[in-house]
């Protein structure tokens, strides 16, 4: 167990649907990252976020958005789902809004399938 | 915009074997390239590599950074099937990772 929590684990949903992806940093963490891993490509930077702030933005798409809230814990929220919207969510954590030599600690993951 | 490419794409290698992974970057303000091993689900950290071009090592496992190729390679020496799996690369910049598409590495009994 890394310490950052994913739910849900799993998550089957139509077209034209929305959904929202929940995220626990591991305690003490400040920064809250979100990448989507699809088949055919590598883990792509989406947001991040610091103690509550919009800090980096990725290639998030527009029906795409987040918020961290005062428990540090971080939603990703995702609208008008299309079928190419299918893939693995994950959040990662750290400790600070730098320090990036140090990589992050990832959760498990959502897997998202669009129908 | 940053560009982290690995090859091979995919590769099978039979136990006992040794592979060597390639990562290649271009990336803006440049603070260190990391290995990550992606089995089922979460990325797990491997290595960090800094600029100084000091190899890392790990039982089996051992990187280098060549600053000056922009490169790192990553090699598994008397591979076993508990190998198999993604290996991601990784550079930082100031506030993110932007990742490689992972190379496959199965490794056959």
């Known amino acids: 167990d890394s310490g950052v929590t994913q739910t849900p684990k799993h998550l089957i949903t139509a077209t034209g649907q929305r959904v929202t992806l929940r995220c626990s940093p591991r305690?003490?963490?400040?920064?809250v990252y979100w990448y989507q891993q699809s088949l055919d490509q590598g883990l792509q930077f989406l947001i991040q976020?610091?103690?509550?702030?919009?800090?980096a933005k990725g290639n998030i798409l527009e029906r795409f958005s987040a918020q961290q809230f005062p428990d540090l814990h971080s939603e990703l929220n995702l609208s008008s789902l299309e079928l190419g919207d299918s893939a693995l969510y994950f959040c990662?954590?750290?400790?600070?809004?730098?320090?990036?030599?140090?990589?992050?600690?990832f959760g498990s993951g959502t897997r998202l399938t669009v129908v | 915009e940053d560009k982290v490419v690995q090859s091979p794409l995919s590769l099978v290698v039979h136990e006992g074997d040794t592979v060597t992974l390639n990562c290649s970057y271009e990336?803006?303000?440049?603070?260190?390239l990391l290995w990550y091993k992606q089995e089922k689900k979460a990325p797990t950290f491997l290595f960090m590599l800094t600029s100084s071009g000091i190899e890392k090592k790990s039982g089996r496992l051992s990187s280098i950074l060549d600053k000056k190729e922009l490169s790192s390679i990553l090699n598994i020496t008397a591979t076993q099937t508990g190998d198999s799996a993604i290996y991601l690369c990784?550079?930082?910049?100031?506030?993110?990772?932007?990742f490689g598409a992972g190379t496959t590495v199965t490794v056959r009994a």
């Open positions: 990336v803006t303000n440049f603070r260190s």
């Open positions: 990662a954590s750290s400790p600070l809004q730098r320090e990036m030599n140090y990589g992050y600690t």
């Open positions: 305690s003490g963490d400040l920064s």
């Open positions: 990784a550079v930082a910049n100031d506030y993110k990772l932007s």
């Open positions: 976020y610091y103690n509550g702030e919009e800090r």
